[in-house]
């Protein structure tokens, strides 16, 4: 069963830092491409990046140049660093992988931006 659990999550400050992890199990990570996205109660889920088996990154416009996506393959994880959190920022955020044509996603972390 392929398995995909996101942490790192938690309350910061405008203008804060925050790293989150998605760590996947059962199945091959090392080729998967990785997504990142994030929800608002009441509101569809936003892509926000994604990332390559060989770490080419795509970012939405929303979170270009404050958002950094990696992946260790070894660790079968890939990470979001967010810079500059704003309190727009707080949301559920998931990770999310394709196999096969397949989507998998987890069951996110938690992230809120708060004074």
């Known amino acids: 069963q392929v398995q995909l659990v996101e942490s790192g999550g938690g309350l910061v400050r405008p203008g804060g830092s925050l790293t989150l992890s998605c760590t996947v199990s059962?199945?091959?990570?090392?080729?998967?491409?990785m997504f990142w996205h994030r929800q608002v109660p009441g509101k569809q889920r936003e892509y926000l990046a994604f990332?390559?088996?060989?770490?080419?990154?795509d970012y939405a416009d929303s979170v270009k140049g404050r958002f950094t996506v990696s992946r260790d393959n070894a660790k079968n994880t890939v990470y979001l660093h967010m810079d500059s959190l704003q309190p727009e920022d707080t949301a559920v955020y998931l990770c999310?992988?394709?196999?096969?044509?397949?989507?998998?996603w987890g069951q996110g972390t938690q992230v809120t931006v708060s004074s």
């Open positions: 999310r992988t394709r196999i096969q044509d397949r989507d998998y």
């Open positions: 059962g199945a091959v990570f090392g080729r998967a491409l």
């Open positions: 990332i390559t088996w060989n770490n080419l990154a």
